[in-house]
């Protein structure tokens, strides 16, 4: 089965059939489902129109700063200048963060940082700007914010139980987390890279496990979709 979530204006309301209430994004923004039909015996995949949430604390990102390029999620991530990684390791409930090329771009493999985080670390997304990155933790329940810079943990978000994949927006405004045992989608605003604001969640049933969202290169993120697979 397919469901579709997107924003509709008051006068489109009566084409949709189920308000899903989204805090903090005002009356002027709603999501519906519609139900779509038979999709795969194997996976649901829930697709979510993205919006642009009421109101943004902080600096936002403008897109044509950033690399137009679909996103996912993901164990490994490699920073946008592709001079680090970081790696989830889900074991010792950490990051680490290893140098990939120098400042003369030569080829290079140094560990630069091994950071706590919560408990079994699943997926990480590294923000555009390459200030943050950010790791949902499972058994905490919470998301994990990095300074790419500094190179430590800043603060940790609670969202659903059992976070598992993560991915932003091409623009780097929004993360979305999929909360596998809740059977929710998490939005994170995060336009101020080091300090997220959660601005609510998508119940979309099943156990959701991994993220990717589209790029359609327009610089507007109301043009993409993010698929959540359970």
């Known amino acids: 089965r397919q469901l579709f979530f997107t924003y509709r204006t008051e006068k489109e309301k009566a084409m949709s059939n189920l308000l899903v209430y989204r805090p903090g994004a005002g009356n002027r923004r709603h999501w519906y489902s519609v139900n779509a039909g038979m999709l795969s015996a194997v996976a649901l995949i829930v697709l979510v129109s993205l919006l642009q949430p009421s109101g943004f604390n902080g600096i936002a990102f403008h897109p044509s700063e950033a690399i137009a390029a679909p996103t996912r999620s993901t164990t490994i991530a490699l920073t946008y200048d ?12 950490s990051v680490s963060i290893i140098q990939v090329k120098d400042a003369n771009g030569n080829d290079v493999a140094n560990k630069l940082f091994e950071i706590a985080v919560g408990q079994e670390p699943r997926c990480v997304a590294v923000h ?27 603060q940790q978000i609670k969202v659903g139980t059992e976070p598992r994949g993560c991915a932003l927006t091409p623009d780097g405004s ?26 609510g969640s998508v119940q979309v049933g099943g156990s959701p496990t991994a993220i990717a969202i589209t790029d359609r290169g327009t610089g507007n993120i109301s043009d993409d979709t993010v698929f959540v697979t359970d």
């Open 82 to 93: 592709e001079t680090r990684l970081v790696v989830v390791n889900r074991e010792a409930n």
């Open 174 to 199: 929004l993360l979305y987390v999929a909360n596998h045992t809740e059977g929710t989608v998490s939005i994170l605003v995060t336009s101020n890279p080091l300090n997220p604001i959660l601005d």
């Open 128 to 154: 555009p700007t390459d200030r943050a990155a950010y790791v949902t933790n499972g058994i905490t329940g919470t998301v994990s914010v990095i300074d790419l810079v500094r190179g430590r943990e800043v």
